[in-house]
C-alpha cells in the first residue's frame, strides 16, 4: 500500500486511518465492523478530544463576545439616543 508505511518493525497493526491491517508481510484491507471500530477509536483519542474542545471553546467565547457586543450597542444607542432628543 502507497503512503502508509509499518512503523518500529512490527508486525500485525492497523494503518493510521484504520483501513488496513499489516499481517507481518502485506497490507491487506480491514472489512466489517473493525475498519468503523477503529474509526470511532481514533475520533475518540485524547489528542483529538483537547483539540476539538478547545477549538469549541473558542468559537463558543467568539459567538458569546458578539452577542455581548451587539447588546452593548444597543443599549448605547438608545442612551445616546435619548440623551440626544433632551
Wanted: proline share 3%; net charge positive; hydrophobic share 45%.
Amino acid at each position: 500500500m502507497c503512503g502508509v508505511s509499518q512503523t518500529g518493525g512490527q508486525s500485525n497493526q492497523y494503518s493510521p486511518d484504520g483501513k488496513w491491517w499489516w499481517d507481518g508481510q502485506k497490507w491487506v484491507p480491514v472489512t466489517g465492523g473493525r475498519a468503523v471500530a477503529r474509526g470511532m477509536e481514533r475520533a475518540f483519542e485524547p489528542e483529538r478530544v483537547v483539540r476539538r474542545m478547545v477549538i469549541g471553546r473558542l468559537i463558543g467565547c467568539g459567538i458569546a463576545l458578539l452577542i455581548l457586543g451587539a447588546f452593548a450597542v444597543a443599549i448605547l444607542v438608545s442612551v445616546l439616543g435619548a440623551s440626544l432628543h433632551h
